[in-house]
């Protein structure tokens, strides 16, 4: 019996990937990516002989089945998947296919990856955390085809106003900025769009729940953008205890007498 990984390739810079994700893409004999998100250049770490598919032409069946085929010849398959595979990767319905066609645990592993939430992060050299205005992150999509759960609907969590990292969304901007509206953010919290987050063609995109449609509509931005929500993206902070002088902690000696 072979083995399959899934791989987290990054969220495009193809250095981004991880040591381990490059190394099993190197090795592979069977490399299946998801053309629509994954950077091509990712396939230049695998063997000129591997066998390649591109998920985005295939169902699930199909692609289990070359999954299948792969493993039961005793090879080694690279599942390649977008950012960090684990949030909105498919992955799960992947595993557990193979499950029920009789696959075995040790012969699945799954490689994580820089999800394009954080690399977003890095683009706006902005911290999602900041003491006094946010210690939360909440990760989340519009409703499409997938249905959301009532309680996780965007007016819900926008009753929070923490910092939100909104996936897959950014074709529907009007809606996902009326819902946060309606659940509680202000109209003039910032809002910072990343627009291919770590590719040549980056873009940085700014405004406020009130604004950013517009600036979205006059760039023409319809996917792989990332919507950042969020006081800590324009405000005054706490420094926090980290650093402190006066902060002890268990690997030095703060000024502050108990």
């Not at 990984?5 to 190197?26: M, N, S, V």
């Not at 493993?71 to 595979?85: F, S």
């Not at 919507?227 to 405000?235: N, S």
Request: glycine residues 8%.
């Amino acid at each position: 019996m072979g083995k399959i990984y899934f791989i987290g390739a990054g969220p495009g810079d193809p250095e981004l990937i991880t040591l381990k994700g490059q190394r099993l893409i190197a090795e592979a004999d069977v490399i299946i990516y998801a053309g629509s998100l994954v950077n091509p250049e990712i396939l230049k770490y695998g063997r000129k002989d591997a066998d390649i598919y591109n998920s985005a032409t295939m169902n699930l069946d199909e692609v289990l089945d070359v999954e299948r085929e792969a493993l039961k010849n005793n090879k080694t398959v690279a599942r390649v998947h977008t950012g960090d595979p684990a949030i909105y990767g498919a992955i799960q319905e992947q595993m557990d296919g193979l499950r029920s066609l009789g696959i075995q645990e040790d012969a699945m592993e799954v490689i994580p990856g820089v999800s394009s939430f954080l690399a977003t992060a890095a683009a706006l050299k902005q911290e999602y955390t900041l003491p006094s205005i946010s210690q939360t992150i909440i990760i989340t999509r519009m409703e499409g085809r997938t249905p959301m759960p009532e309680r996780e609907k965007l007016n819900m969590l926008a009753q929070h106003q923490a910092t939100m990292c909104i996936f897959l969304s950014v074709q529907g901007i009007d809606t996902v900025m009326s819902q946060l509206k309606e659940g509680g953010y202000p109209g003039d919290t910032p809002v910072a769009i990343v627009v291919r987050a770590t590719w040549p063609d980056q873009k940085i995109l700014r405004g406020t729940i009130d604004t950013i449609a517009e600036v979205i509509h006059k760039e023409g931005v319809v996917r792989q953008a990332m919507i950042v929500v969020g006081r800590v993206l324009d405000t005054d902070y706490e420094l926090s205890k980290l650093y402190d002088s006066k902060f002890t902690t268990m690997f030095r000696q703060g000024t502050e007498k108990k």
